[in-house]
């Protein structure tokens, strides 16, 4: 899907901050309210169908995802109207974090904790905090022995699985000052490394050593290994850095390099493509200090730029916009590399793609704007727009807002990464705000 027909360019958005607001107002269209809070329909077109299944408010494509979003819009433009719908998301996901059997980051409790955590302290709210508490307590408790002698959740050692939990208790530790969901997350994740260790496994097993999982984010080797270097940065156990370079080993032995670029496989996106092993090798940078790795990050972000995608679509980056595995997942890494590393290149590519991106909305009843895409590519006809965080309208405005944060040096602020984001929260290279003003 591209420009609307009867809208003319100079009618569009012309700033991803103005596109953010755009995809506020267009999810706001999807919200259902009752006497608890707000949620918000995963498709609110007639007779739509969300792009996929999700609970009302997992972090992938329901309400902790929207609140996030809303979180941000107020802190972009100042308007506090934006915090009342995020506060009336969070007041939701307090009522009902309770009924949440899944323990998982994207789909499941870790990324409810995460939304309240955040809603807590930017809305100075003590019950939004509380209720984080008691989710993330649940969590601990939820914990269980697992037949390989470790603990965890689901077995699944992958990101979108016990390794996400994982990732979501060492936040909450950090944030809401917990020592004890660190504690569980260390132990959990010593489980992980020790299934990295190479030695053959009955057919039957599960878990997958590093040396036969698919090499993406969120469920192959490339997110164990982000997950293993961020333990091994709060916690300084080699075992952990031992574990990682092993898996990162094997991303780059199936690797291919052209010159200075890089491809591991043909997808391009953050689930499962270059986005996200990019974002593995930049973890493994910045708790180990080793420049061979963020010269992989290099060589995998020239090899995206090279694809010519999202400008021609490719087997790589089809006919999708969002976080999970299309454009809005590239500006987030253009967007964390330019903050990361000072190079104008990086900032340059990501306005780019929010050009790009801002072009193929879809915004012509006056009802704001939204992205039509084939989530799945092996349904190209399969077209929907969602308002999640990974799969629609909220992750695409998260990430033109983390654009525009990072055009204004001289205003930085806060912006809220998910914990799989290893990139500075603030998005102003520290060169830049070391600067004298004038």
Known sequence: MGRDPIRSSGERAETPLTAAIMAGRWIRTAAVDDEGGRRWRANPDPYGRPATPGGPASLHSGAAGIVLFFLELAAGTGH?????????????????????????????????VLALTEAGWALGEERFEAAAVAAADKIVRSARALGDGGIGWSGDPTLRGDGGVVLGLLRAAAALGVPAYEEAAVEAGRRIARLTVPRKRPAACPALSVETAPPGFLAGTAGTTFLLARLYGATGEEAFLDA??????????????????????????????????????????????????????????????????????????????????????????????????????????????????????????????????????????????????????????????????????DRPRRVILLPDNPFPPIPVPAVALRRPAG
Not at 90 to 109: F, K, N
């Open 80 to 112: 506090d109207a934006y915090l009342e719908d995020a506060r009336a998301g969070a007041r939701y996901l307090a009522r009902t974090w309770q009924r949440q059997a899944d323990m998982s980051l994207y789909h499941g409790l870790a990324g409810v």
């Open 244 to 409: 990682a370079r092993r898996g990162a080993g094997v991303i780059r032995a199936t690797g291919v390099l052209t010159g200075d670029s890089a491809m591991v496989t043909d997808h391009l996106g953050y689930c499962s493509g270059s986005a996200g092993i990019a974002r593995m090798f930049y973890e493994l940078h910045r708790v180990s200090g080793d420049r061979c790795d963020l010269e992989w990050v290099k060589r995998l972000a020239r090899g995206v730029r090279e694809s010519g995608a999202p400008f021609r679509q490719t087997a790589g980056l089809w006919n999708v916009a969002c976080q999970c595995c299309g454009t809005a997942g590239l500006i987030e890494l253009y967007v964390g590399l330019w903050a990361a590393t000072g190079d104008q290149e990086h900032l340059e590519y990501a306005r780019k793609l929010a050009d790009h991106l801002i072009g193929r909305a879809t915004g012509y009843d006056g009802r704001g704007y939204r992205w039509y895409q084939a989530y799945r590519r092996q349904r190209p006809g399969e077209v929907s727009a969602d308002t999640g965080y990974l799969t629609g309208a909220a992750g695409i405005g998260a990430a033109l807002l983390h654009l525009d944060a990072a055009g204004q040096a």
